[in-house]
């Protein structure tokens, strides 16, 4: 299988949340002002990664019109990690997201100290999200936790796999590792002269955005997010260095394909990428990836987060790993609504599909 992550610190499906009174709780959570945290301290946790930087927050605040919430994790009136999550509103309804499906946001949670439980932490999280925050339901994906450590909570979870290649070999050995395939389309793509700059304009955002729309247009769909989207998390990350932004160019100079790359404390990430069919036989996109691999390898990255169990993914030579998602609801028929609401928005994705479909036709 290849080298795996150790887990850092320490599902089954529910209906509505049970909170149990405890008189002396092993773990708290106390909300505190973002604009008063170190948040440099912070991000030196070994446990931390890009999407719960200040800069990565402010952008999800900003697009999906969202309340950050930042707290403490105390024990014993020591300070021994951090929760991060933001509120949104939906149909007046407050949801916790730490983070929420859709959000473009891999993975939030808690930050703790080596030895913490991190099941003590999810512990305290339900008191703090329904009855000091006044949430109605609570969606969590934290890199580090897993499903035994929610058993017997009441937390629902739906599996998810993802793909993660370790950069820690030689360039050799993950070049040898990606299937036949995938390195003869590296070689064509830079034997017919696709080239692959580094971006850090905001014209970058349309090139991909159109580039993205094609991809979707494919399966008669349009795609999840806008531009603004794509924008703004440009403007948002681009002066950290945590960002990188690729182009591929035909031999002509056109811009073929594009990959978003953001990274940090040993993980970069697959955040997006888009391509025009008409120019996918040149093979833009593996060359991409490995470009994308080789920058952050050099700079000191160990790990490759593909993101989703999508099946192409398999050609780069990762190692699977599952992360759940878990959700819990104050009342069981919220999680039915929930339900009904991400039917709802695929329902509508593929009927805009049609539309610009019958549009262009």
């Given at each position: 299988?290849?080298?795996?992550?150790?887990?850092?610190?320490?599902?089954?499906?529910?209906?509505?949340?049970r909170?149990?009174?405890?008189?002396?709780?092993a773990?708290?959570?106390?909300?505190?002002?973002?604009?008063?945290?170190?948040?440099?301290?912070?991000?030196?946790?070994?446990?931390?990664?890009?999407?719960?930087?200040?800069?990565?927050?402010?952008?999800?605040?900003?697009?999906?019109?969202?309340?950050?919430?930042?707290?403490?994790?105390?024990?014993?009136?020591?300070?021994?990690?951090?929760?991060t999550?933001?509120?949104?509103?939906?149909?007046?309804?407050?949801?916790?997201?730490?983070?929420?499906?859709?959000?473009?946001?891999?993975?939030?949670?808690?930050?703790?100290?080596?030895?913490?439980?991190?099941?003590?932490?999810?512990?305290?999280?339900?008191?703090?999200?329904?009855?000091?925050?006044?949430?109605?339901?609570?969606?969590?994906?934290?890199?580090?936790?897993?499903?035994?450590?929610v058993?017997?909570?009441?937390?629902?979870?739906?599996?998810?796999?993802?793909?993660?290649?370790?950069?820690?070999?030689?360039?050799?050995?993950?070049?040898?590792?990606?299937?036949?395939?995938?390195?003869?389309?590296?070689?064509?793509?830079?034997?017919?002269?696709?080239?692959?700059?580094?971006?850090?304009d905001?014209?970058?955002?349309?090139?991909?955005?159109?580039?993205?729309?094609d991809?979707?247009?494919?399966?008669?769909?349009?795609?999840?997010?806008?531009?603004?989207?794509?924008?703004?998390?440009?403007?948002?990350l681009?002066?950290?260095?945590?960002?990188?932004?690729?182009?591929?160019?035909?031999?002509?100079?056109?811009?073929?394909?594009?990959?978003?790359?953001?990274?940090?404390?040993?993980?970069?990430?697959?955040w997006?990428?888009?391509?025009?069919?008409?120019?996918?036989?040149?093979?833009?996109?593996?060359?991409?990836?490995?470009?994308?691999?080789?920058?952050?390898?050099?700079r000191?990255?160990?790990?490759?987060?593909?993101?989703?169990?999508?099946?192409?993914?398999?050609k780069?030579?990762?190692?699977?790993?599952?992360?759940?998602?878990?959700?819990?609801?104050r009342?069981?028929?919220l999680?039915?609504?929930?339900?009904?609401?991400?039917?709802?928005?695929?329902?509508?994705?593929?009927?805009?599909?049609?539309?610009?479909?019958?549009?262009?036709?």
């Amino acid at each position: 299988m290849g080298a795996t992550r150790e887990k850092t610190g320490t599902g089954c499906e529910g209906g509505g949340a049970r909170l149990a009174r405890r008189d002396d709780p092993a773990l708290t959570l106390n909300r505190v002002d973002p604009e008063r945290v170190d948040w440099a301290a912070l991000d030196r946790f070994p446990d931390r990664n890009v999407y719960q930087t200040r800069e990565w927050i402010s952008f999800t605040a900003k697009t999906q019109r969202a309340e950050p919430v930042l707290a403490t994790i105390d024990e014993e009136g020591e300070t021994v990690g951090f929760f991060t999550g933001l509120i949104v509103r939906r149909f007046g309804i407050r949801i916790l997201g730490s983070p929420f499906r859709g959000w473009t946001t891999g993975y939030l949670g808690f930050n703790l100290r080596p030895g913490i439980s991190r099941r003590g932490a999810v512990e305290a999280l339900l008191p703090f999200a329904f009855r000091r925050l006044r949430c109605m339901h609570v969606e969590l994906r934290d890199r580090h936790l897993e499903l035994d450590d929610v058993e017997g909570i009441g937390f629902a979870s739906s599996p998810k796999t993802i793909f993660e290649v370790d950069l820690r070999r030689s360039e050799d050995e993950l070049f040898a590792r990606m299937t036949s395939a995938c390195r003869r389309c590296i070689r064509k793509a830079e034997k017919v002269g696709v080239t692959i700059e580094e971006a850090g304009d905001l014209e970058f955002a349309t090139e991909y955005y159109a580039q993205l729309q094609d991809v979707f247009a494919k399966q008669s769909l349009v795609p999840t997010y806008d531009v603004t989207r794509v924008e703004e998390l440009i403007r948002h990350l681009q002066p950290t260095g945590r960002l990188l932004l690729l182009r591929a160019r035909s031999s002509q100079g056109q811009c073929i394909a594009t990959g978003i790359f953001p990274a940090m404390n040993g993980t970069m990430y697959f955040w997006g990428g888009a391509s025009f069919r008409e120019h996918q036989i040149l093979r833009p996109n593996e060359l991409l990836m490995w470009s994308a691999m080789k920058y952050w390898k050099s700079r000191g990255i160990d790990w490759c987060d593909l993101g989703g169990g999508a099946e192409y993914k398999r050609k780069y030579g990762p190692v699977e790993v599952s992360v759940p998602f878990f959700r819990m609801s104050r009342f069981p028929a919220l999680s039915g609504a929930r339900d009904l609401a991400k039917t709802g928005v695929r329902l509508r994705q593929a009927a805009l599909g049609r539309v610009h479909t019958v549009r262009k036709s």
